[in-house]
């Protein structure tokens, strides 16, 4: 058996490599790793790696994060700028007993010192996004904030090993040095090969306020189905938070057990792509419905028309 999941249709092209390498013995850690750099390397997708929107000065600022479920390692970059693939540097962080999570210049530093490739991440179609959005601002004082989906990924291997991988370049025009959840542990991913894995995208925010990864890894832990998991912890914390906090961002999570079953919950429409040793590469549409479940669908060739449309527009 093996399997991967992985949030937003961006991962799709990731979804269909990684499944090369999983039919053929490769790793989960393998997995993880070359769906997400497919996202990051992709300039037309604007809240990942090259071409990701960057901060409210203009700085592409990323983060990262790497865990194996097997051994727990975790490894993890926040604010590194100027590294074409987070998700590796983070990977490799994850093989250091201590310094494994790094920030801001310590983490870009740490990249080039190991022999990772320097990249401007800034395309020139995200500058002009951006100067429009400060113009926008100016004129309307319109918010700045948009935009903030972070490619998670959960893969299981043959030899039933799991892992989980997430990168995100935040929440567009935010402040320097703002991290969200996706490098946190057990906010933004969680895996334990012996249960399942989970990985979160959404407004970080309010994601850091449930730790909802690791709650779903938990939850099938304790017998839940992967989708009876999700739908427990998404749902009942949107409902705690707006009660609590008052309001509640959008945010999503997909996970899968080490049996290869998946699950999916979300609190806004969110895309998502699967595929296991039974069932081929897709993608569907999630949305809450009004019972605390989640309705999924495949997604139509009408949507992706549109989809492919709406991101390759001119600025």
């Known amino acids: 058996m093996w399997g991967i999941i992985a949030t937003w249709r961006m991962a799709h092209e990731g979804v269909i490599n990684a499944k090369e390498l999983l039919e053929n013995e490769g790793t989960c850690g393998d997995a993880v790793e070359a769906s997400i750099k497919y996202v990051e390397d992709y300039p037309f997708y604007k809240s990942v790696g090259y071409g990701g929107l960057p901060n409210e000065r203009g700085i592409v600022e990323m983060d990262a994060a790497f865990m194996d479920g097997n051994t727990f390692k975790i490894g993890a970059v926040a604010s590194i700028v100027d590294v074409a693939n987070p998700i590796s540097v983070a990977r490799k962080l994850s093989n250091e007993k201590f310094n494994s999570f790094r920030v801001g210049q310590g983490a870009t530093e740490y990249a080039m010192l190991a022999g990772f490739e320097r990249k401007n991440m800034l395309t020139n179609r995200a500058k002009k996004i951006w100067q429009k959005r400060l113009e926008e601002i100016a004129k309307t004082n319109l918010s700045p904030y ?14 039933q090993g799991m ?3 997430t990168s995100s370049s935040g929440l567009f025009m935010k402040k320097t040095g703002r991290v969200g959840d ?77 049996k290869g079953e998946w699950g999916v919950a979300t609190n806004v429409e969110f895309t998502f792509s699967v595929a296991t040793a039974n069932e081929k590469p897709a993608i569907y549409l999630a949305n809450p419905d009004d019972n605390q479940k989640t309705i999924i669908e495949p997604i139509t060739k009408e949507w992706l028309e549109a989809y492919e449309k709406r991101i390759k527009a001119p600025i």
């Open 182 to 258: 996706s490098p946190l542990s057990g906010s933004g991913f969680y895996v334990d090969s012996q249960i399942g894995g989970a990985t979160a995208t959404g407004l970080g925010e309010d994601l850091m306020k449930g730790c909802l990864a690791y709650e779903i890894v938990r939850l099938m832990g304790e017998g839940k189905t992967p989708q009876e998991a999700c739908d427990q912890a998404v749902y009942s914390f949107t409902h705690l938070l707006k009660e609590r906090y008052g309001k509640a961002g959008a945010f999503s999570l997909v996970a899968m057990n080490k």
């Open 146 to 159: 948009d935009g903030h989906d972070t490619v998670g990924v959960v893969s299981l291997d043959k030899h």
């Open 163 to 165: 892992a989980v991988g």
